[in-house]
T-cell receptor, first 110, second 116 residues
Framework: RKEVEQDPGPFNVPEGATVAFNCTYS??????FFWYRQDCRKEPKLLMS???SGNEDGRFTAQLNRASQYISLLIRDSKLSDSATYLC???????????FGKGTMLLVSP | EAGVTQFPSHSVIEKGQTVTLRCDPI?????LYWYRRVMGKEIKFLLH????????ESGMPNNRFLAERTGGTYSTLKVQPAELEDSGVYFC??????????????FGPGTRLTVL
């Protein structure tokens, strides 16, 4: 079983749509959770951290369910510039290293 | 402020040759990480330095890979001899504090390695 699992997509949505990505992680000792964004042939960049109470940053909302070991990212009012691969990333307690999912590709069309 | 830089951006070598990748972290960042993404797979951790010391090298695939960070500034990752399965994108990341505290690692643009 993969440590972090994501639907690879692609998710094809029109501009203005709302889209949600899900991610599950296998290690219950995971402590910190993130969504990174990676544009084609570029480096990953932190989009947002995910907190237990859920958090929002503009059009982006992240949720964490520790009991189900499940993380989600909701994007509202999609923009063309949101087209990218979204990486679900976790950090195990006591370790600094990041564990990545394979990513979910989002394509926003006009 | 300059970001993490990596050199070269691309490298094409033949099986059995040696390649050395370089990473310059953001100035002042004590933590330096190497990750790798092979085609079709997720990004995977290789190694973590704190200053010049190897904190965690549990992700290094085998002894053909050697990472150094002399002086605690830039780091090199040498692959010797390279094999076909070493092809992929090698990312370097840095952070001022462990991710447990800072919650962010800053990634370089990566080195795309192709072994023929």
């Amino acid at each position: 079983r993969k440590e972090v699992e994501q639907d690879p997509g692609p998710f094809n949505v029109p501009e203005g749509a709302t889209v949600a990505f899900n991610c599950t992680y296998s290690n219950s000792a995971s402590q910190s959770f993130f969504w990174y964004r990676q544009d084609c042939r570029k480096e990953p960049k932190l989009l947002m951290s995910v907190y237990s109470s859920g958090n929002e940053d503009g059009r982006f909302t992240a949720q964490l369910n520790r009991a189900s070991q499940y993380i989600s990212l909701l994007i509202r009012d999609s923009k063309l510039s949101d087209s990218a691969t979204y990486l679900c990333v976790v950090n195990m307690a006591g370790y600094s290293t990041l564990t990545f999912g394979k990513g979910t590709m989002l394509l926003v069309s006009p | 402020e300059a970001g993490v830089t990596q050199f070269p951006s691309h490298s094409v070598i033949e099986k059995g040759q040696t390649v050395t990748l370089r990473c310059d972290p953001i100035s002042g960042h004590d933590n330096l990480y190497w990750y790798r993404r092979v085609m079709g797979k997720e990004i995977k951790f290789l190694l973590h330095f704190v200053k010049e010391s190897k904190q965690d090298e549990s992700g290094m695939p085998n002894n053909r890979f050697l990472a150094e960070r002399t002086g605690g500034t830039y780091s090199t990752l040498k692959v010797q001899p390279a094999e076909l399965e070493d092809s992929g994108v090698y990312f370097c990341a840095s952070s001022p504090l462990p991710v447990l505290v800072s919650n962010e690692q800053f990634f370089g643009p990566g080195t795309r390695l192709t072994v023929l």
